[in-house]
């Protein structure tokens, strides 16, 4: 979606990701990356005794993917504005494979380039909403 | 801040945490990490010629090396349901340092559990705030 | 250009992909993961000391960064047959930033899939030759 | 066998690395590090559904970790010239453990250093061919 | 332990860390960085024939883990000076989960600063000792 | 040294190890590999604060470096017993290049295998001593 100019883009617009399984690796990656070694996602002892009964991702990690799943195209970005809404819906396991599901809400012509809002849905193989949130990304438009 | 059980947690307590140099490794590393590797954040050539002049760390790495730096103490986060509000208010560039500023906004007890909002501020060195966002935190209460 | 189904692409087919500035910490990442850490690329005292002056990336970093800078679509690559002709003919610095040049040379129709042969060049920012090679692909045709 | 000058290496030299087995977490790394995350190789839904079955290591990963197993000696390689021939013959899947075998095939006394054609053959635990490459090299002869 | 300064600690002092569980993904990559793929560690079939039966994680990957495993505050520690009768005494397998277990040996006073030796174990969920050490820790005195 | 079996080794056999620059990116991945981001390594405000003037690598940074430096053999290592007398005598800026001078101390022959005792000197481009330790090794001999 991150593909297209603003003036390409409608409201409505939709788009799907490719998908990509979540690995312990990642979840060993992202906790040395980031510093964050909380041990519901680092410590399978400890994660087997929560609720969640086995480590989970990160959510930073799940919301850091999926930046990364989206199509972007060198010289459309301008700059990304910040998030509304961001909710954690359901958990994501290691082997779990999730994707990005996009639809423009919103379109704001600010002159020399637009700010679109929309509404972002990461989802898992079982098609369970893993993370949804609203995203604001200012967006060029197409050179002439 | 999120070393602390629920029960130990007033509404208007604050939290600095330790601070954290953003290298081109770092910037190099969330790209691979997250598959996002837009040309503002990966190519110094394109970086060059935008309004920022030179590579711009992707807003996802800072929210994430955030998460790392505020201490967490194992039993005492349950879930992280979200954030609201997110907004990057200013590029961090390589070679800059930062920090995580906190305060309690809202306590709300839900019998076995409560739920904290946060007030978060990532900071440089020169003070400037890059993020600002509305955390919304579970937290255990302290065992007996 | 592995973004086109087999019968989308026409002999003669050029593209151009993005560009991707190779750090210091990408050679130090990719010494580590190879496990070649021969000290023309990881001793920057004994690269001094070379006809190349400093640490020059390793050639299958090059080869290995060109094959991510080249869009994909999910369904289109069957397979990775190989290589022809690889040759090095420039070196890659730290700092340098490099793309892939790509044409189809020949197409081949095996029935239910195709070949095609691609005429690949890995140019630096002063659009020097870093890498030359004939690559060969087993791609998928379109779903009817 | 780029443990020794060129003056040391007879044509009909052998040798035979050490080992390394390929894990899920080298192909998350090398997907990282390219930027290559087509979904044969980091979808295992995707790839549950291909010929291969499953996930299988990129071509480059595979050609990448040869390179760290073969013993390199400082001072002895000039510099890497290129490969012929390099063609994928069996897919490297999680868990195979792979090694290099070659073979010098000429010698070329270009005067102060000379040019060897190898013959490079990397297998698997079962003593599948995985790839085989023609590769050429620049080797120092020995200082006196 | 290395969150106090040296007024702020006694002889008898204790301390458990946090646990972090040793995946394979860990082993590779401390193989990557540290350049040791030795095969005990990163070829599993070698691994089978030994006496451990399979692959084991670095002495010194333990070690290193287990320096980030114990609370550090900025300011406390001024230098790391040493380590006595480091000891490998149980293997450390790929799922294992390992915490630190530190007491206070002897404090002496250098003036400005003071110098603490730390009797430390990094045991296992078996609570077999992995590797015991004495340490050597300059720590700051608490700023007046 | 680790290339040869312990009927191989001589009391006083001596050799030196290839060097590696230690680069930020080292730095920032073994903070990241091990948890621990005290700020004198990872922080350069604090890091320019202390006696140092700038950011230094972990202690344990250079240990485990020094461990992939060393020449190892397939077979001939049995198991790595433990370290005596570890000493940080010079710190090791970004930057610097590190190799291992190492000699054998005593030999004890056990039967099956034997010990031997290692004095290791981790050295900088300058020839400072940054790390001294004495190891012990038990080492196979060499099969009939």
Redo the contacts between chains.
């Keep these: 979606m991150l593909d297209k100019y603003f003036d390409e883009l409608e409201v409505g617009t939709r788009a799907v990701s490719?998908?990509?399984?979540i690995?312990?690796?990642?979840i060993?990656?992202?906790?040395?990356?980031?510093?964050?070694?909380?041990?519901?996602h680092?410590?399978?002892?400890?994660a087997a005794k929560t609720?969640f009964g086995q480590?989970v991702a990160?959510?930073?990690?799940v919301?850091?993917?999926a930046?990364?799943?989206v199509d972007?195209k060198?010289g459309v970005?301008?700059?990304?504005?910040?998030?509304?809404?961001?909710?954690?819906t359901a958990p994501t396991f290691i082997?779990d494979?999730i994707r990005v599901e996009a639809e423009v809400l919103e379109k704001s012509d600010k002159g020399a380039f637009g700010v679109v809002t929309i509404k972002q849905e990461i989802k898992n193989?079982r098609d369970e909403v893993c993370n949804s949130a609203i995203l604001k990304v200012a967006l060029n438009k197409k050179p002439a």
Tied chains: 1, 2, 3, 4, 5, 6.
Excluded: C
């Design positions: 490719r998908s990509r399984t690995t312990e690796a990642d060993v990656m992202f906790a040395a990356f980031s510093g964050d070694w909380y041990p519901l680092t410590d399978k002892e400890y609720m480590r990160h959510g930073m990690l919301l850091s993917v930046t990364g799943l972007m060198p970005v301008a700059a990304f504005y910040g998030m509304d809404k961001v909710r954690f082997g494979t193989q």
